[in-house]
């Protein structure tokens, strides 16, 4: 078992960036591939990033390729997001999540949620 622990959400315009956190506690964390994913109002849960246990690879949807980047700090039991150039679209609520499979992106294939951080875009 893991409990994660996200922040650093908040509000930007467009253009602007932020980091999110996220901390893992309660199982060997370099045992977990983690992962980023969001959900809008009225929407589906969206993958939004991956990175494998060791973090030699990263994973990413389309639409946040060249702007968002994934990484983990084991030594601080840490995953990261860093969003840049935010589009209003990327509004939601953004959920860290651990697996223990090597390469998840699926919904289905995490077993630990955190409770979620707002990020809010306005044009």
């Known amino acids: 078992q893991v409990q994660l622990v996200e922040s650093g959400g908040g509000l930007v315009q467009a253009g602007g960036s932020l980091r999110l956190s996220c901390a893992a506690s309660?199982?060997?964390?370099?045992?977990?591939?983690m992962g980023w994913f969001r959900q809008a109002p009225g929407k589906e849960r969206e993958f939004v990033a991956s990175i494998t246990w060791s973090g030699g690879n990263t994973y990413y949807q389309d639409s946040v390729k060249g702007r968002f980047t994934i990484s983990r700090d084991n030594a601080k039991n840490t995953v990261y997001l860093q969003m840049n150039s935010l589009k209003p679209e990327d509004t939601a609520v953004y959920y860290c999540?651990?697996?223990?499979?090597?390469?998840?992106?699926?919904?289905?294939?995490?077993?630990?949620w955190g409770q979620g951080t707002q990020v809010t875009v306005s044009s």
């Open positions: 999540a651990a697996s223990v499979r090597s390469a998840p992106v699926l919904i289905y294939e995490y077993d630990y």
């Open positions: 309660g199982r060997t964390f370099r045992s977990y591939a």
